[in-house]
Structures are given as C-alpha cells and as structure tokens.
C-alpha cells in the first residue's frame, strides 16, 4: 500500500522555524520525484517546493531563503525545513509523489486535488501549519 504520511507541523511565532518530514511507503522512493503544496484558508493550493530524483530542486518566490527541501533515501523521507515564517505561511501542507504502480489519494480539498493531480498522482493527508504571535 502506497502511504505518505506528513508530520511536523504545528504552531509557531513568527520568525520560528519547523521541519516537516514527509515518509513514504509502498513505492519505490528513489524513482519519484516529490513535492509539497499547501493551501491557506480561502487561497488556491500552490506548488512551495519540489525535488526530483536527481534532487534538483525548485522554490516558490515567497519561500525562496527561508524553506529549503531535502530527501533522506535511506529513511524514504522528504523534509522542509521552513525558517523565518510569517503568518502568510500559515496553512495545510501536503506532501506529493509521483509514483509509479499503485497509488495514495486520500481526500483532500477538491482545489489541492486537482493543483496536485497536475503534476503529481499521490498526496498525503496534509499537516496544519500555524504561524501567529
């Protein structure tokens, strides 16, 4: 069974930092490109960052300095590790792989399925991220 389970999230003050980690299951993790999305409260999902099998890497402006993505393929995992957070990255963050064989689509709001679903065919079951004073 294809599994990505997200965890690390919570709340912070802003300025403070969280790591996110992302472990796969059931798919061979070495061959799929990764990403994470999220989706604050009335906004559209978006693509934050993304690493690919050769771990190059891609950043959304906004997170561009502060988050910075990374892959462990001896755990099967993905982390972002999110420094210097504002309030504006306050939202749920999902985890997304494109695996081959079978997959995980747990339900997600309809927008992030469909923003995810673009580009990736399994997501996680997202992590709430809070960032106020």
């Known amino acids: 069974e294809v599994q990505l389970v997200e965890s690390g999230g919570g709340s912070v003050q802003p300025g403070g930092s969280l790591r996110l980690s992302c472990t796969a299951s059931g798919f061979t993790f070495d061959d799929s490109d990764m990403g994470w999305y999220r989706q604050a409260a009335g906004n559209n999902c978006k693509l934050v960052s993304s690493?690919?099998?050769?771990?190059?890497?891609y950043y959304e402006d906004s997170v561009k300095g502060r988050f910075t993505i990374s892959r462990d393929k001896v755990k099967n995992t993905v982390y972002l590790q999110m420094n210097s957070l504002t309030p504006d990255d306050t939202a749920v963050y999902y985890c997304a792989a494109e695996v081959g064989g079978r997959v995980s689509r747990p339900a997600i709001p309809s927008d992030c399925r469909r923003t995810i679903y673009a580009s990736y065919n399994s997501w996680g079951q997202g992590t709430q991220v809070t960032v106020a004073s």
């Open positions: 690493i690919n099998t050769y771990s190059t890497t």
